[in-house]
């Protein structure tokens, strides 16, 4: 059983944790800041391909009038674009544009350089030990919520990769 004070400490340090993430390299100091449903939108379709706008809004857990607003600013934006299902269904997928994926590998690039900066004197194995409990977490409320999320992680370059351990890893 956990105690109050360590589920309070983690909902307050999950709070600045939110804040700080997007803090580490100002929008003003980069051309092209992504803003953070871009940023989602774009990562969940590269993690996990095409997908419709009902698709996306079950994945987020959200409702399809939501998602279809943030798909449609993503569009205008050129990050994201409409396709025919690959797979021959009637409903318009959507993937990210040439556009959406550099920038998305631009924003995980200064996402990386924020958290190298604010863990350049933590051992190697701290690093690695708050990323394996941040993913725990993560796949946590995935498994309450029933909204699994593909892991591919941004390489140094940005490129997205799958994650150790998944299928696609596997290959």
Do not use: C
Not at 2 to 27: C, F, I, K, T
């Amino acid at each position: 059983m956990q105690s109050e004070d360590s589920v309070n400490e983690l909902v307050y340090e999950h709070m600045l944790l939110s804040r700080y993430a997007l803090q580490g390299a100002p929008p003003q100091s980069r051309t092209e800041a992504l803003d953070r449903s871009s940023t989602v939108l774009l990562a969940r379709l590269q993690a996990g391909g095409p997908m419709s706008v009902a698709e996306l809004a079950q994945s987020f857990g959200l409702d399809i009038s939501t998602v279809h607003r943030q798909v449609a600013a993503a569009m205008k934006s050129g990050l994201i674009e409409r396709i025919k299902d690959p797979e021959g269904g009637v409903a318009r997928k959507h993937q990210p544009t040439e556009e959406g994926v550099r920038r998305l590998e631009e924003e995980f690039r200064s996402r990386r350089a924020s958290y190298e900066q604010f863990t350049a004197d933590w051992p190697r194995e701290d690093v690695t030990a708050l990323a394996r409990l941040a993913r725990r977490f993560n796949e946590s409320v995935e498994g309450t919520l029933g909204h699994s999320w593909p892991r591919h992680y941004p390489t140094e370059t940005g490129a997205a990769e799958p994650a150790p351990g998944t299928p696609a890893a596997q290959d």
